[in-house]
């Protein structure tokens, strides 16, 4: 077996469903909504209101802070309102909705070829971030943030996740397929900012295609290699990927950064092409809809804002027996929903549409904790799930904040997937984080109310 990062699991992998369904374009017809919120940070500000003529690639919402991002609309058409609507998260959040002309007229320039070489640093930087392109993986980090790391002559790897490990999600696969040659553009566009770094493309080796692909895509370009790596869960995670690539093992209170490595998804790799070479902004994006509920599971290239009900219908809408769960992303570290009227973001790389309920079906079976330990042996990040549940029962959350590092757990669901007890570990340890973070939020208020 090939070098591999600590811990991990085996989930079945369903990718049979879609995996080899090329991309269908699609373009939508009903009405967009654009959260404000759609990325790690502070909400961008809408710069539209209600009765504004709006074309695609047009800026709806501008970056409101540091560790924000840009909005542009994926149509033309009407601003119908700048209200609430239900989002993939079961809330009412702040929303440019859009009512879709169906015409798709463009801002003037989108398109326009450019030589990245002819651009300096700041002119990409600033590319990238007018795109408004975050983590196209699923954790929407703003990337024009990320290429601005205090000493970017320290860079040593730009690392391209292309492990797509997720059960189910087979879009950044076709992309790979599809768009090998954009994809090494956008990473020596990327190189091109860290004069010391060589780049390597992770694909677990259970994508042949995408491997040979990009293979061929990156013949001749000195510096960039690909990396097949064994297939296991979470390859797809920071420090997965950084440790298969360099051996490193950083600190918990480190970024990636700090150990000389930046990691884009294959998907925000080719929005950097698509926004640097071609003057493009971040309006559309791969996304599989599957699940052995769906009648013709497919991967599209379609526009941000689509709802998830009008992908669904386009896919030939579900079996007679319909969808016990409906999860954006998959089954390991997706979010469930139960309203189909909400719209695809830019961190959304599924709709998984489940026949069955496994998490129902263990809750039926559940048991105390056995103290096998299994879930330390299977923890990425090396932390110790079993006494980080077992501080949570005694409310006890400085000692899962300071002395077990709890905050640091990336939610993958490998130790709930591999308790035997059936321990809802996950989710436990998703809830502790929401109201630790919640409570500093208010302290942090409270201290600046008071100076």
Not at 58 to 63: D, P
Not at 193 to 213: M, Q, S, T, Y
Request: net charge positive; hydrophobic share 40%; charged share 20%.
């Amino acid at each position: 077996m090939g070098k591999t990062f600590r811990g991990g699991v085996h989930p079945l992998g369903h990718k049979e469903l879609s995996r080899d369904i090329p991309f269908e374009i699609y373009l939508p017809q009903g009405e967009m909504v654009y959260p404000l919120g759609q990325h790690i940070g502070r909400p961008a500000s809408p710069v539209v209101k209600k009765g504004d003529r709006v074309l695609a690639g047009q800026l709806i919402a501008e970056a409101s802070a540091f560790v924000s991002a840009n909005i542009v609309s994926g149509c033309s058409g009407t601003v119908k309102a700048v209200d609430k609507h239900r989002t993939i998260a079961g809330t009412m959040a702040e929303c440019v909705i859009i009512e879709n002309d169906g015409l798709y007229e463009t801002v003037p320039g989108v398109g326009t070829l450019v030589d990245f070489h002819t651009l300096s640093r700041e002119e990409i930087i600033a590319k990238v971030k007018k795109a408004g392109i975050i983590g196209m993986g699923g954790a929407g980090f703003p990337t024009h943030v990320k290429l601005m790391p205090k000493d970017p002559d320290a860079i040593r790897y730009v690392i391209v996740n292309g492990a797509e490990c997720e059960p189910y999600i087979t879009c950044d696969d076709q992309l790979m397929r599809t768009h090998a040659n954009d994809i090494i553009t956008g990473l020596r566009v990327l190189l091109s900012l860290f004069p010391n770094a060589r780049g390597v493309i992770v694909i677990e080796d259970n994508k042949k295609e995408a491997i040979r692909a990009m293979e061929t895509a990156a013949n001749g370009s000195k510096g960039i290699s690909v990396k097949a790596v064994p297939v296991k869960y979470p390859q797809g995670g920071e420090r997965s990927c950084i440790s298969v690539v360099t051996g490193a093992h950083y600190g918990i209170t480190q970024l990636p950064a700090d150990v000389g490595c930046i990691v884009d998804n294959v998907g925000t790799v080719y929005a950097i092409y698509k926004a640097v070479c071609e003057s493009t902004p971040l309006m559309e994006r791969g996304i599989t809809i599957t699940g052995e509920a769906v009648n013709t599971p497919r991967n599209y290239m379609t526009r941000i804002g689509v709802s998830c009900r009008e992908l669904l219908e386009h896919a030939g809408g579900l079996k007679e027996s319909g969808a016990v769960k409906v999860m954006a992303g998959g089954p390991m570290m997706g979010i469930a929903f139960d309203s189909l009227d909400v719209p695809m973001c830019k961190n959304n790389n599924a709709f998984t549409f489940l026949a069955s309920d496994e998490v129902a079906e263990a809750q039926k079976i559940q048991t105390a904790c056995i103290r096998c330990g299994r879930c330390v042996r299977v923890c990425p990040q090396g932390l110790t799930p079993q006494l980080m549940s077992a501080a949570l029962e005694k409310k006890d959350y400085d000692r899962y904040e300071n002395k077990l590092h709890g905050l640091e757990c990336i939610s993958c669901g490998s130790c709930t997937f591999i308790c035997p007890a059936k321990r809802p570990l996950t989710q436990e340890f998703k809830v502790a984080k929401a109201e630790i973070m919640a409570a500093k939020r208010a302290a942090q208020a409270k201290e600046g109310a008071k100076s």
